[in-house]
């Protein structure tokens, strides 16, 4: 006779979904479902942002930096190229919204947090979780204090509390003569705080609000923009 157990009380991440597997194996099916889910219902538009970056310069469509992830493990971001081809041999690690190397199809998928939407492949691939501290390149990480090493014990993610608390640092770093130290010392000290934040209370409700605020937040931003029309490709990006 089968028996299913449905909620037990528990102090883990993600027990108050149900014991058919463990937090963590709860958290992968969450991120390959709805990773799934968002790339077939974007498909249409990332194939147009796609040609727009194909058209631009004929260079790659794809950004594919080095970023450190769980346990210190290095992986490939998937990410929309926003810059001109080579632009991490010419210059530093910070962008700012009025950095040169950035491009003009760059600027609008910047601007709405576009180029972030490959990210779902490195989430369907597991390099990443839909929620979770944002990827660093390893110089940054490099700098983390024994506490701070802590902010590795769990797969990055496209977004968090730091996303949402700041999300777009290019906006902060505009006019900066340094943006990789401005960086450090105006934008990452709250940001380390908030991912050992996520880090400490993370449980799937938190995840499930994390998400909901930054929809949100992406749709204020886009709210009046004639989305629909670039989506027909009427509109010139």
Known sequence: MLKFKFLEISPSPYSCIGSFGSPLEMKRLFDIIFSLLGLTILSPL????????KKEDRGPVFYRGVRVGRDGTPFRIFKFRTMIVDAEKLGISSTSDDDPRITRIGKFLRKYKFDELPQ????????????GPRPEVKKFT????????????????????????????????????????????????????????????????IDLRIIAQTLLKVFRKTWGHPLVAAWQGRVVL
């Open 46 to 53: 990332l194939l147009i942002l796609a040609y727009r970056i």
């Open 120 to 131: 779902l492949i490195n989430v369907l691939k597991g390099d990443m979780s839909l929620v």
């Open 142 to 205: 490099d700098l983390f204090t024994e506490e701070e090493k802590a902010i590795l014990t769990v797969k990055p993610g496209i977004t968090d509390w730091a996303s949402i608390w700041n999300p777009d640092e290019g906006v902060l770093l505009k006019g900066s003569l340094d943006p990789d130290r401005d960086y450090l010392e105006k934008i990452r000290p709250e940001k380390i705080r908030l991912q050992l934040k996520y880090v400490t209370e993370r449980s799937f409700w």
